[in-house]
């Protein structure tokens, strides 16, 4: 399965951005989808993930309460929704599939990454 996410951009402090993750090859409702994120100069770390049955499970940044991932299997597509957005939040966001259909947080488990979609969050 081929990754790509989209909808990135420029949103100023307190704003809202979704970006999508959409699978083509194969039908994204056989993976489990996380949302990784990469800020300038740290290490890539979990965002949020989602199963075959749309249980979801946040990091400890994200489960503050201001994203949410969901998915839409009639569209391929998961979407990462993300509220009240803080400079912190800037950072290069990528979407993983894992054949397992399980949610993770960890990257090992993920077989497949698509190029990410780059988020700047202006103070």
């Known amino acids: 399965v081929q990754l790509q996410a989209s909808g990135g951009g420029l949103v100023q402090a307190g704003g809202s951005l979704r970006i999508s993750c959409t699978a083509s090859?194969?039908?994204?409702?056989?993976?489990?989808v996380g949302w990784f994120r990469r800020a300038p100069g740290k290490e890539r770390e979990s965002v949020a993930s989602?199963?075959?049955?749309?249980?979801?499970?946040y990091s400890a940044q994200s489960a503050k309460g201001r994203f949410t991932i969901s998915r839409d299997n009639a569209k391929n597509t998961v979407y990462l929704q993300m509220n009240s957005l803080e400079p912190e939040d800037t950072a290069v966001y990528f979407c993983?599939?894992?054949?397992?259909?399980?949610?993770?947080?960890?990257?090992?488990?993920?077989?497949?990454w698509g190029e990410g979609t780059q988020v700047t969050v202006s103070s």
């Open positions: 993983a599939a894992t054949s397992s259909g399980e949610v993770y947080l960890s990257e090992d488990p993920y077989d497949y």
């Open positions: 090859g194969r039908s994204l409702s056989s993976y489990g």
């Open positions: 989602i199963n075959l049955s749309g249980i979801r499970l």
